[in-house]
């Protein structure tokens, strides 16, 4: 991520539910006055070439609260026309829909595409969730290089806005397993604590001044509760899974944390071999 956020693609269906993207890209916003294209694609290649009276008029209001916006209208699949525009922007913002679950249109297909493809980082938000300012970034990693890739934007932003940054990573209680006689047990346990503080001390390093928690049990469920607990106004983290890229969005990790977020998520795409350079 750029120093500067100049400009952001928010995608909108003209849905009520797709409006929440605005409210929760106005941190940034406010932060870095960027212009604001507000991508609207039809499928349907009979369909008449104007967007609807809503889209319209949430432009509009942009427009009227001081954003720089305006209104992009393009026809075609969902994912190819927003990784293809997102090409010139800095940061991509998607809401979910959050019925039942999350709506395919959104967050489904189209957000699981555009993850698996677009070299832009991903904002992902769903109704309800608390909008803050970004005071405080909590940064999942899972102790791989390719984890630590959400780093390169965490650092531009925690400088700009003086955010506090929290580092965490899960790790499972540890396994003792019953001795023989004389031969001791085993214990297994990967404890995440020496990984993040190596992690705190190059962000140090950086002029980032970072806490690191470690966190016990299952990852997804232990990121969302810490997050929770600690007024998180901002999660971050890789798309990636520790034997690459899963199903849908750092496999069901990612997936369980955009689904309870309480607050937007801030998503990279990893790339095998684009590690943040530590020096």
Same mark, same amino acid.
């Given at each position: 991520m750029k120093d500067k956020i100049e400009r952001i693609l928010v995608t909108t269906d003209g849905s009520p539910e797709s409006e929440d993207a605005f409210a929760a890209m106005m941190p940034i916003v406010r932060a870095d006055n960027p212009e604001v294209a507000l991508l609207y694609v039809f499928e349907e290649p009979t369909a008449s070439f104007a967007a609807p009276e809503r889209v319209a008029q949430a432009c509009g209001a942009l427009r009227a609260n001081g954003v720089s916006a305006h209104l992009e209208i393009r026809a075609g699949k969902p994912v190819d026309v927003i990784v293809e525009q997102a090409r010139k922007s800095d940061l991509i913002v998607i809401a979910t829909h959050g019925r039942g679950g999350l709506k395919r249109l959104v967050l489904g297909s189209v957000t699981e595409g555009v993850l698996r493809q677009a070299k832009t *980082?991903?904002?992902?938000?769903?109704?309800?969730?608390?909008?803050?300012?970004?005071?405080?970034?909590?940064?999942?990693?899972? =102790?791989? *290089? $390719?984890?630590?890739?959400?780093? =390169? #934007?965490?650092?531009?932003?925690?400088?700009?806005?003086?955010?506090?940054?929290?580092?965490? $990573?899960?790790?499972?209680?540890?396994?003792?397993?019953?001795?023989?006689? #004389?031969?001791? &047990?085993?214990?297994?346990? #990967?404890?995440? %604590?020496?990984?993040?503080?190596?992690? %705190?001390?190059?962000? !140090?390093?950086?002029?980032? #001044?970072?806490?690191?928690?470690?966190?016990?049990?299952?990852?997804?469920?232990?990121?969302? %509760?810490? !997050?929770?607990?600690?007024?998180?106004?901002?999660?971050?983290?890789?798309?990636?899974? $520790?034997? &690459?890229?899963?199903?849908?969005?750092?496999?069901?990790? !990612?997936?369980?944390?955009?689904?309870? !977020?309480?607050? *937007?998520?801030?998503?990279r795409r990893s790339v095998a071999g684009s590690p943040v350079e530590k020096v």
């Open positions: *980082p991903v904002l992902v938000t769903r109704p309800g969730v608390v909008v803050r300012q970004w005071t405080r970034l909590v940064v999942a990693l899972d =102790g791989s *290089p $390719r984890g630590e890739e959400i780093l =390169g #934007d965490v650092i531009p932003l925690a400088r700009r806005l003086h955010a506090e940054v929290d580092l965490v $990573r899960a790790a499972m209680p540890p396994i003792t397993g019953a001795g023989l006689g #004389d031969v001791p &047990g085993v214990h297994i346990y #990967d404890d995440p %604590r020496p990984y993040l503080e190596g992690i %705190r001390s190059w962000l !140090a390093t950086q002029g980032i #001044d970072a806490t690191s928690t470690p966190l016990e049990g299952r990852a997804g469920a232990q990121i969302l %509760r810490h !997050a929770e607990d600690h007024g998180t106004s901002l999660l971050c983290m890789s798309t990636h899974g $520790r034997s &690459g890229v899963l199903h849908a969005l750092m496999g069901s990790i !990612a997936e369980e944390v955009i689904r309870g !977020a309480p607050c *937007p998520v801030l998503l």
